[in-house]
């Protein structure tokens, strides 16, 4: 995919033909090639994500004089991810153009990025801002549609299960007949997935169940607010020939997900104060979402 965008030619103007084009670049000191890897606006970052879309004028100047094969900020593309440290469905990304100081005319020097949970969220200035180079850098989140206010502008960025939820650490312990998936908040489990023989499903699942659990509030060993009248509506519907049920205790909600008549395929056990009726519902649409592709 196209990466190094040559600089456009100024078309030859003047009585002779030649001088708006030397009378441009006398005065401008010419256009310099752009790297599509380094995106400067929204639309110039959608255009980063397949650069065979990228068009010179919206992006960053090339830093390795075209040669892209050993260039550092293509290799930063590939090894270096950023992590939104936000666990939420969506942030909103504000844009704030940053000026030199006595700047009245011209564009701005720079760009900070600041990652907020949405328009409504105004205490950011304590966090650490991101930069256009660092948000290309960024996946698992898909990029969402601009945003302007009377703030400023900025974009949506989307989570996916393609990364799990920040601050909830995952282990897996596997054993001859069986695994198990520990899903741990604050250093406290909340959740436990078992099931026999091998791993059949991808990591999605795994990152799924962990944007269902409950934050560091919720991360403790108290009694289960959500009571067992709930359970039907909280019981994911049959997929195929894979049934579920729902087990309410004191301490802990129990998802099982059965195929078949007798073949257990999943059985996940929910614990801690911050499993609401919303959290266990989205815990068992994302068993049975997975479960059943695999």
């Not at 090894?79 to 666990?87: I, R």
């Amino acid at each position: 995919m196209p990466i190094y965008l040559r600089a456009p030619e100024a078309p030859a103007g003047g009585p002779d033909g030649k001088g708006w084009n030397r009378l441009s670049l006398n005065s401008h000191g010419g256009f310099l090639a752009q790297c599509a890897l380094r995106p400067r606006r929204w639309g110039a970052l959608l255009e980063s994500h397949d650069t065979r879309r990228a068009r010179w004028g919206g992006f960053g100047s090339c830093v390795n004089r075209g040669n892209c094969d050993d260039c550092p900020v293509r290799q930063a593309v590939d090894e270096q991810w950023t992590v939104v440290q936000m666990n939420a469905d969506r942030v909103l990304v504000r844009i704030e153009p940053v000026f030199a100081p006595g700047t009245l005319f011209g564009g701005p020097d720079g760009w900070r990025l600041w990652v907020t949970t949405g328009p409504d969220d105004r205490d950011y200035s304590n966090r650490r801002p991101l930069s256009w180079d660092a948000v290309v850098r960024v996946r698992g989140w898909d990029l969402g549609r601009p945003y302007i206010d009377e703030h400023g502008e900025g974009f949506w960025l989307e989570r996916t299960p393609r990364v799990p939820a920040w601050g909830c650490a995952i282990t897996t312990r596997t054993r001859p007949s069986s695994t198990r998936h520990a899903f741990r908040v604050s250093g406290t489990r909340v959740a436990l997935l078992h099931h026999y023989g091998e791993c059949t499903h991808g990591e999605e699942l795994l990152n799924a169940l962990s944007h269902a659990c409950p934050g560091p509030d919720g991360a403790d060993e108290e009694r289960i607010p959500v009571h067992w009248r709930q359970a039907p509506e909280m019981t994911p519907q049959a997929s195929g020939s894979l049934r579920f049920g729902i087990d309410v205790q004191h301490m802990s909600v129990r998802v099982t997900a059965v195929e078949g008549l007798r073949n257990e395929r999943a059985r996940l056990t929910l614990t801690g104060s911050g499993w609401t009726t919303e959290r266990v519902r989205a815990a068992g649409e994302a068993l049975r979402t997975h479960l059943a592709d695999h």
